[in-house]
Every structure is written in structure tokens, then in C-alpha cells.
């Protein structure tokens, strides 16, 4: 099923979500150095990083929606991806409380705003694999007829035309 909401040929969920995922993980590495170092820096950086996780996600969200709306009712797609969503939601809700949290001493974490990060990552994690799911083996986002001899998306070319046309040789 082709994604609705596209730039270039391809989803624009799909594009997005690297920078919540790495923004949102690497507060998380940056508060377990903070623990062992005990240098405000990783704090403030993991802080800043929560800030804009939440913010890239939330845009990446408003994608997702676009293309879960187009996906066919009672199917095990829409399920998924609801899932997925819904658990999104919790992973940006538990960063955004993570960050309001800290803002009024950014440099010094407690346990708690360290332990939402690691929830939240583990969260997205499973999370990340239902996008996976969606993607990989519901073939959401994909287009159809898609295969390993597709011509570029900027061709404006469906992808099943080379293969109609006997792909295979080369291109």
C-alpha cells in the first residue's frame, strides 16, 4: 500500500522518524554518561536532545496519521498501526514529562527523569518494531508492485512498469 504522504517518490513518516528515534536514544546515552561522570554537560546535552526528540516527533506523528488514515478498515495493518501510534504516543508523552521534569535545574537529573528515558527507550524499541511490521512484512509505505529492478522514484515511472517491460536487463 503507497504511503499518502510523499516528497520525492517517498513517505515522509518514514524520513521522519530517524531523528525522534536517534534524538530521543542518545538523550538516553547522554543521561547514563551524566550518572557515571557526574558532569553537568551530558545532562544539559541529553536535556536539549529530549526537546528536540519530542518536537521531531510530533512532526513525524502528524505524517504517520496521514498514512494510517488511508489504510482499510478491520485489517491487521490498521491494527498494527494504531499500536504503533498509541505507543508512540505514550514514548513522546513519557520525554515531554521527562522534560518538564528538568527544567527547572536542566544540569542535574534525578533517577526518575533517567529511568523515563530508559522506559521510554525500551518503549520505542517495540515501538520501532511495529513500524517495522507495518513496513517489511504489510508492505504499508511500499508501492505497489515493488521490486528489485524498479525504476528511481524521481522517474515518475510506476515501479511495476520495468517489470512489465522485462526487467532484468540490467538497469
Not at 61 to 82: E, N, Q
Not at 84 to 102: I, M, P, S, T
Amino acid at each position: 500500500m503507497r504511503a499518502k504522504a510523499r516528497i520525492l517518490g517517498h513517505p515522509i513518516h518514514q524520513m521522519l522518524i530517524v531523528f525522534p528515534l536517534g534524538l530521543l536514544g542518545a538523550a538516553l546515552a547522554f543521561d547514563l554518561i551524566y550518572l557515571a561522570t557526574r558532569s553537568a554537560q551530558f545532562a544539559v546535552v541529553s536535556y536539549w536532545l529530549i526537546a528536540a526528540g519530542v518536537v521531531s516527533g510530533l512532526l513525524a506523528a502528524i505524517f504517520g496519521l496521514i498514512d494510517w488514515l488511508a489504510i482499510p478498515p478491520r485489517t491487521r495493518a490498521k491494527r498494527i498501526g494504531l499500536l504503533h501510534a498509541l505507543g508512540n504516543v505514550v514514548v513522546l508523552g513519557l520525554f515531554a514529562a521527562n522534560w518538564l521534569l528538568r527544567r527547572s535545574d536542566p544540569s542535574l537529573p534525578t533517577g526518575t527523569d533517567v529511568a523515563l528515558s530508559a522506559i521510554a527507550v525500551l518503549l520505542a524499541l517495540v515501538t520501532g518494531w511495529l513500524g517495522g511490521e507495518l513496513v517489511d512484512r504489510l508492505g504499508v509505505g511500499v508501492d505497489e508492485g515493488a521490486h528489485l529492478n524498479s525504476p528511481s522514484s524521481l522517474s515518475g515511472r510506476p515501479a511495476t512498469e520495468e517489470a512489465l517491460a522485462g526487467a532484468g536487463r540490467g538497469r
